[in-house]
C-alpha cells in the first residue's frame, strides 16, 4: 500500500518527517538567502539588500504581504506559488510536523522532532504536543508568530529505541588514582 503526501510550502512555514527518529525537512524555507530563490527574483528584476527582498522583506514567497510596495502585480519577486514536493511514506514514518518560522526560529528541525518524539512517547496525544512545542519555543524567547499542527501515522507512539551495544561505565586505573588524590587532598 503506497501512501503519499503532499506538501505545498510557501515563505517561512516548515514541515518536517519523523523517519524512526530523524529529521527529514519535507519543505524548504523561502528565505532571501536561499540561493534559488535569489537567482528567481533577480530574473523578475528584485534584488536582496541586507538578507530582505527588495530590502523590505525577510521572505521571497508569501502569501500575504502583497500591500508592500514595489512587490506586487504581474512578475513581481514576491511570489505567492508554493513550492510542492511529493513524498511516499514507509513504516519508518512516525509523524509530520508542520510549523510557522516562530517555532523555527528557535528550534532546528532535529530538536522539534526530538522533543516532539519524547511528548508523544509519554502521551501520546497531539494536540498536546503541538502546545508543549509551542510552550517551549515562547521558553526559548520566540518572538514570532507560533502555530504547529502534528500530524500522526501510526495509532501507536513511536517505538523507544534499544541499544544491543552493552555499553559499559568505567573509570581508568589513572582515573581511580587521580579521584583517589583529589578526595585525599581535602
Not at 530523524?22 to 537567482?39: F, G, I, T, Y
Not at 500575504?64 to 513504516?91: M, N, Q, T
Request: charged share 25%.
Amino acid at each position: 500500500m503506497f501512501r503519499e503526501v503532499f506538501v505545498a510550502n510557501v515563505g517561512d512555514c516548515r514541515a518536517v518527517l519523523s523517519r524512526k527518529g530523524k529529521a527529514v525537512d519535507m519543505s524548504r524555507d523561502h528565505k532571501p538567502w536561499c540561493k534559488q530563490e535569489r537567482l528567481r527574483i533577480e530574473a523578475l528584476g528584485g534584488y536582496i539588500h541586507d538578507g530582505y527582498l527588495n530590502g523590505q522583506l525577510g521572505v521571497t514567497r508569501a502569501i500575504g504581504d502583497w500591500h508592500i510596495d514595489g512587490l506586487k502585480g504581474a512578475g513581481c519577486p514576491l511570489s505567492g506559488e508554493p513550492e510542492v514536493r511529493r513524498f511516499l511514506l514507509s513504516e519508518d514514518d512516525e509523524f509530520l510536523i508542520i510549523g510557522c518560522d516562530g517555532l523555527w526560529d528557535v528550534l532546528s528541525s532535529n530538536l522539534a522532532v526530538e522533543f516532539a518524539r519524547k511528548r508523544l512517547q509519554q502521551h501520546n496525544d497531539p494536540a498536546r504536543c503541538c502546545r508543549e512545542l509551542v510552550a517551549e519555543a515562547l521558553h526559548r524567547d520566540s518572538s514570532d508568530n507560533l502555530t504547529v499542527v502534528i500530524v500522526c501515522f501510526q495509532a501507536s507512539p513511536p517505538p523507544k529505541f534499544s541499544s544491543n551495544l552493552g555499553v559499559r561505565k568505567s573509570i581508568s586505573l589513572q582515573g581511580l588514582k587521580d579521584l583517589q588524590g583529589a578526595l585525599d587532598s581535602r
